[in-house]
């Protein structure tokens, strides 16, 4: 399968607790994304990744949220302190290629928070 | 004023129908532009591009109006697979870099 792959599908855990999730991205894709999804709503992006750089990570994107993308591969999204309002879909998606190309999304990691 | 803005629907038709779906966005400086397809707790899957000449894929066909800022989706003979949401997606590509802008989708229903 070359498609965007996450891990895992699903957690939950307690208040409190920190939580990181993995992305691998289509493997010939430079660039890297973070978006979140609540119910009811559309994606909102979080942070994006060219390669191993961090270009831009969004206002919703807390100090308790920390993203990496250590060797351009794969990345990881960590969640400190989770609270109950961090409780969504969170979703990665790669692209490559000019800018105007699509971005391809992984099946998600369904967070809930006790 | 949100960025994407989408009939939230849900459209309800019966198989066969013909349903066209809007959306409106923000920044005219907005580059590029897409719809994508959700199914229930699943990921957005691309359905397709929108050019400014506009595009059929299939049953499907995309319009853009930059003058208007604005985007259309028309599905013909529907079918009950089309059931999902459908979410009206920009590309700014701003400063050298993309995010997508998701409006909040339309729900579609077909029936039998």
């Known amino acids: 399968d070359t498609g965007v792959s996450q891990d895992p599908r699903h957690k939950i855990t307690k208040r409190g607790q920190n939580v990181t999730f993995r992305c691998d991205p289509i493997?010939?894709?430079?660039?890297l994304y973070w978006y979140r999804q609540t119910l009811g709503q559309g994606p909102e992006f979080l942070t994006y990744?060219?390669?191993?750089?961090?270009?831009?990570k969004s206002r919703l994107l807390s100090d308790r949220f920390s993203a990496e993308r250590p060797k351009g591969s794969f990345s990881t999204l960590e969640i400190q302190r989770t609270e109950q309002g961090d409780s969504a879909m969170y979703l990665c998606?790669?692209?490559?290629?000019?800018?105007?190309?699509?971005?391809?999304f992984g099946d998600g990691t369904r967070l809930s928070i006790l | 004023r949100k960025e994407v803005e989408q009939d939230p629907g849900p459209f309800n038709v019966p198989e066969g129908a013909t349903v066209a779906f809007n959306c409106t966005y923000s920044?005219?400086?907005?580059?590029?532009f897409f719809w994508y397809r959700q199914d229930c707790r699943k990921e957005p899957k691309l359905l397709m591009s929108?050019?400014?000449s506009g595009n059929e894929d299939g049953r499907f066909t995309a319009q853009l109006n930059r003058a208007s800022q604005y985007i259309s989706l028309l599905i013909r003979d529907s079918k009950l697979s089309d059931s999902a949401t459908y979410l009206c997606?920009?590309?700014?590509?701003?400063?050298?870099?993309?995010?997508?802008?998701f409006g909040a989708g339309t729900r579609l229903a077909v029936h039998p």
């Open positions: 998606a790669s692209s490559g290629g000019d800018l105007n190309q699509p971005q391809h």
């Open positions: 493997s010939e894709h430079n660039r």
């Open positions: 990744f060219q390669n191993e750089a961090q270009l831009e």
């Open positions: 920044n005219s400086a907005s580059q590029s």
């Open positions: 929108v050019y400014s």
């Open positions: 997606v920009v590309n700014p590509v701003s400063g050298g870099y993309n995010k997508l802008i």
